[in-house]
């Protein structure tokens, strides 16, 4: 509202200048008539004089006229664009928090380039919505009223003649806007497009590398390039033949001001300083109505980014926590009868699953490739809900309890360790909000997960930045970076899904002796394709194509000569071969 304020206030001494320029021409046309008529006189001097102080004393008015305009014009872009780059700001916030929300599955069906667009690009789009077209929009209508007021008040015949060119730029304006709205949004999707192909290509880098396919990837990104090239140019042609339109439209005004305004001034409707007058009004107005067809362009292109940005505000995520009460997870698990279909997918993972563990109990959970054992941590943590069945925490159903503290006090070690582009100790103290105490036992906890030595060897040691999602450590070294920060939390619970994949006999056997202590009172699922003779196990699950094929101790299931003990004599095998070797 005050940028409203401002702008009619800056219009409005922008309109009195015409006015001020208009009293000033017409004196000088009536004093060069007196000083015509004293020619030869004494007083002509004084005639001279005269027009001299009165053109000196309008040129000071239209000066601080303009200064006066000018500060309202810094005062209106400090409310109005200020007010735009805050709104982008909150909606950045807003989106931000918004992916936070949702649920895994969402992450799964939308690409992270497409996202980045979302929050980045459309946002800007929308900003300049809200900030630079808000405020030419005010300033175009303030203008128009108050120019058109004044040229009314003057001669309703040459005003007449003047603005008979706007209809056109009405219907003009109408016509391209719809043009401009249907390009701008196949720009926007195929911009999401862009990105999306960028973070895909610079994420699995090595992989195209590996395969030598930097060529024909690059080529295929040259491609979406010319087709984004191709659909923005069809818009800036529409653009670029739409604003010589509107000059055309002004510059028509203008000679239609001058012959009409010249008739008028014969007649003696008018005075020759009106004309002067009418020619600045209709050239005060070239700048706004031009701007029309770029203020027509940005809201069409922020619709359309707005209606994407919505998209996704509007999402309510399928996981959500209907309460807030405290919550201390003690270690009781129990799934009853579980099963589930990845929503985006139709892929069923688990069937009929059912087990239970008592408060430090260890599970064990062995099985092929695809057999659903990563689906079992992720509904544990409630990245997911059962398709059917239900899953209990403490006896109570996992539904029910507070979200966040189901998810703060469980320590899960992720098959994909994911670690963030910052420092080893800022990766190790990721799940501790004490920062300052969290920075002492990063050191002790680097020490039980084996990488301590590893640390130290490097540059800056716990300083170390390391790059993105980890990627100048080695396979082990990010593993036991992953379980030095989940060993951190120090939960009751433990989920360990495949950690000890990539880490040598010596440093697993290391680990595994930390780990039958730190776990010796606590309840911990483990997730793994070996068998850990290190680590004693109360239960043992088999799961073949989602279902549970065998269950017991590790003496009960030999017995049984299944899968598991043919895993384990695969494995007896192994090592004895490695003893040798």
């Given at each position: 509202?005050?940028?409203?304020?401002?702008?009619?206030?800056?219009?409005?001494?922008?309109?009195?200048?015409?006015?001020?320029?208009?009293?000033?021409?017409?004196?000088?046309?009536?004093?060069?008539?007196?000083?015509?008529?004293?020619?030869?006189f004494e007083a002509q001097e004084a005639v001279y004089g005269e027009i001299a102080q009165s053109l000196f004393f309008f040129a000071i008015l239209v000066l601080i006229l303009a200064l006066i305009m000018g500060v309202f014009m810094y005062f209106m872009r400090q409310t109005i664009i200020v007010m735009s780059r805050l709104a982008e700001y909150d909606m950045r916030k807003?989106?931000?928090?918004?992916?936070?929300?949702?649920?895994?599955?969402?992450?799964?069906?939308?690409?992270?380039?497409?996202?980045?667009?979302?929050?980045?690009?459309?946002?800007?789009?929308?900003?300049?919505?809200?900030?630079?077209?808000?405020?030419?929009?005010?300033?175009?209508?303030?203008?128009?009223?108050?120019v058109i007021y004044s040229m009314l008040s003057v001669s309703v015949?040459?005003?007449?003649?003047?603005?008979?060119?706007?209809?056109?730029?009405?219907?003009?304006?109408?016509?391209?806007?719809?043009?401009?709205?249907?390009?701008?949004?196949?720009?926007?999707?195929?911009?999401?497009?862009?990105?999306?192909?960028?973070?895909?290509?610079?994420?699995?880098?090595?992989?195209i590398k590996s395969y030598t396919h930097e060529k024909a990837m690059g080529e295929f990104f040259v491609e979406e390039c010319e087709d984004y090239k191709e659909k923005s140019m069809k818009l800036a042609t529409v653009n670029a033949l739409f604003f010589p339109l509107m000059l055309l439209i002004i510059g028509t005004s203008t000679i239609m001001t001058i012959y009409f305004g010249g008739l008028q001034v014969y007649k003696g409707n008018i005075t020759p300083g009106?004309?002067?007058?009418?020619?600045?009004?209709?050239?005060?107005?070239?700048?706004?109505?031009?701007?029309?067809?770029?203020?027509?362009?940005?809201?069409?292109?922020?619709?359309?980014?707005?209606?994407?940005?919505?998209?996704?505000?509007?999402?309510?995520?399928?996981?959500?926590?209907?309460?807030?009460?405290?919550?201390?997870?003690?270690?009781?698990?129990?799934?009853?009868?579980?099963?589930?279909?990845?929503?985006?997918?139709?892929?069923k993972a688990l069937s009929d699953v059912s087990f239970e563990l008592m408060p430090g109990q260890k599970l064990v959970v062995v099985g092929k490739t695809g057999a659903g054992k990563t689906t079992i941590a992720d509904l544990l943590l409630r990245l997911y809900d059962p398709t059917e069945g239900n899953i209990y925490l403490d006896?109570?159903?996992?539904?029910?309890?507070?979200?966040?503290?189901?998810?703060?006090?469980?320590?899960?070690?992720?098959?994909?360790?994911?670690?963030?582009?910052?420092?080893?100790?800022?990766?190790?103290?990721?799940?501790?909000?004490?920062?300052?105490?969290?920075?002492?036992?990063?050191?002790?906890?680097?020490?039980?997960?084996?990488?301590?030595?590893?640390?130290?060897?490097?540059?800056?040691?716990?300083?170390?930045?390391?790059?993105?999602?980890?990627?100048t450590l080695s396979g082990g070294q990010k593993q036991r970076l992953a379980m030095a920060r989940t060993f951190m939390k120090e939960p009751n619970l433990f989920v360990l899904d495949d950690c000890l994949s990539a880490v040598d006999t010596t440093t697993e056997n290391q680990i595994l002796t930390y780990l039958s202590d730190v776990l010796a009172d606590k309840t911990a699922i483990m997730i793994t394709h070996r068998i850990y003779g290190l680590l004693s196990f109360d239960k043992i699950i088999v799961l073949e194509g989602g279902k549970v094929v065998e269950m017991g101790a590790h003496e009960d299931l030999l017995k049984l000569k299944g899968y598991y003990h043919k895993m384990y004599e695969r494995q007896q095998l192994v090592d004895a071969e490695n003893k040798v070797l």
């Open positions: 509202m005050l940028g409203f304020l401002f702008v009619a206030l800056s219009n409005y001494f922008r309109v009195l200048q015409p006015q001020a320029i208009r009293q000033a021409l017409d004196l000088v046309y009536e004093n060069i008539r007196m000083h015509q008529m004293v020619d030869g807003e989106i931000y928090e918004q992916y936070q929300r949702l649920d895994q599955a969402f992450f799964r069906r939308n690409m992270t380039g497409d996202l980045m667009a979302r929050i980045t690009e459309d946002v800007s789009k929308v900003r300049m919505y809200v900030g630079p077209a808000l405020l030419y929009g005010i300033n175009l209508f303030t203008l128009f009223v108050l015949e040459l005003s007449l003649y003047c603005l008979m060119p706007l209809p056109l730029l009405s219907l003009s304006i109408y016509f391209v806007s719809s043009l401009i709205h249907k390009k701008s949004t196949v720009i926007q999707q195929q911009l999401s497009k862009l990105n999306s192909l960028a973070q895909e290509v610079f994420s699995g880098i090595r992989v009106n004309i002067a007058e009418f020619v600045i009004y209709v050239n005060m107005l070239t700048w706004p109505v031009t701007s029309i067809g770029w203020i027509a362009s940005i809201i069409q292109q922020a619709e359309a980014s707005q209606k994407r940005i919505n998209e996704f505000l509007h999402v309510e995520p399928s996981i959500t926590s209907h309460t807030e009460d405290a919550l201390e997870i003690r270690g009781h698990v129990k799934f009853d009868h579980v099963s589930f279909i990845y929503p985006d997918t139709g892929i006896g109570k159903n996992i539904k029910t309890l507070n979200l966040a503290q189901i998810r703060e006090q469980i320590g899960y070690v992720t098959q994909d360790v994911f670690l963030f582009s910052d420092t080893i100790e800022n990766n190790i103290t990721f799940g501790k909000y004490d920062y300052e105490n969290a920075k002492k036992d990063a050191r002790f906890y680097a020490e039980k997960a084996v990488v301590y030595d590893d640390i130290m060897e490097l540059s800056d040691q716990f300083e170390t930045r390391i790059g993105e999602r980890g990627v």
